[in-house]
């Protein structure tokens, strides 16, 4: 089956602790995402790639890191440098196209998310 | 930022009512998405809307655009207890090179049977 998994479901960190998140996607979409949810809030984006070796900040990059070296794979790291990381994390991913230097926008697939607490 | 506002925050309807959730932008669009969230879950995209178009349907949905008040409405016909979850909206900006979407805070949608 196509899609978009997301691991552990839930995490649970000590305080001072670096985890990592788990991002896999057999889509073979170009373009995956991260995004951060608070409760009753919406999606703050963290990072994003739109093609192997490469990677951008979004609008809460701080205390976050991530890598994208396979094409199927962009594991999120949450760093003892982020103050308050406890949240409902989500990603995604989609086909990624570009014309004229510009990425389009297309559908994103989102996984089933990682709810992370600090302890 | 493009950020799409989604009102109301909060929708309360009977099983077989309507639901209407309303988005509104900033900036001239490429397109503008919309998706649902069952509680503790991802999204799921449920239809695309872009700049040229005015409406679109998909089974039970209809969305429309008005570019000119920078706004789209997402309406549910004869709605379920399924349809229960919150709804976003996600404003591409005509303006970026980066293909990234903006996603609000969304509308609660409670269905009750």
């Known amino acids: 089956d196509g899609g978009i998994t997301q691991s552990p479901k839930y995490l649970f960190r000590k305080e001072g602790q670096n985890v990592t998140l788990s991002c896999e996607q057999n889509?073979?979409?170009?373009?995956m995402y991260w995004y951060r949810q608070d409760p009753g809030q919406g999606l703050r984006l963290i990072y994003y790639s739109q093609i192997v070796n490469d990677f951008q900040k979004g609008d809460i990059a701080e205390g976050y890191s991530v890598s994208r070296e396979k094409k199927e794979s962009f594991p999120l790291t949450v760093t003892s440098a982020q103050k308050n990381p406890t949240a409902f994390y989500l990603c995604?991913?989609?086909?990624?196209?570009?014309?004229?230097?510009?990425?389009?926008?297309?559908?994103?697939?989102f996984g089933p998310g990682t709810r992370l607490t600090v302890l | 930022s493009q950020q799409g506002e989604e009102d109301p925050q909060a929708l309360s309807i009977q099983e077989g009512e309507n639901a209407t959730m309303n988005c509104s932008y900033k900036?001239?669009?490429?397109?503008l998405q919309w998706y649902r969230q069952n509680s503790g879950r991802g999204l799921v995209h449920l239809i695309l809307i872009r700049s040229n178009e005015r409406e679109k349907h998909s089974g039970r949905l209809r969305v429309t655009l008005d570019t000119s008040k920078k706004s789209s409405s997402l309406l549910i016909t004869a709605s379920r207890a399924a349809d229960t979850a919150s709804y976003f909206c996600a404003p591409a900006d005509r303006g970026s090179t980066l293909g990234r979407l903006y996603f609000g805070r969304g509308t609660q949608l409670t269905v009750w049977p």
């Open positions: 889509l073979n979409h170009d373009a």
């Open positions: 900036t001239s669009i490429n397109n």
């Open positions: 995604a991913s989609s086909i990624g196209s570009r014309t004229s230097g510009r990425y389009s926008y297309n559908e994103q697939f």
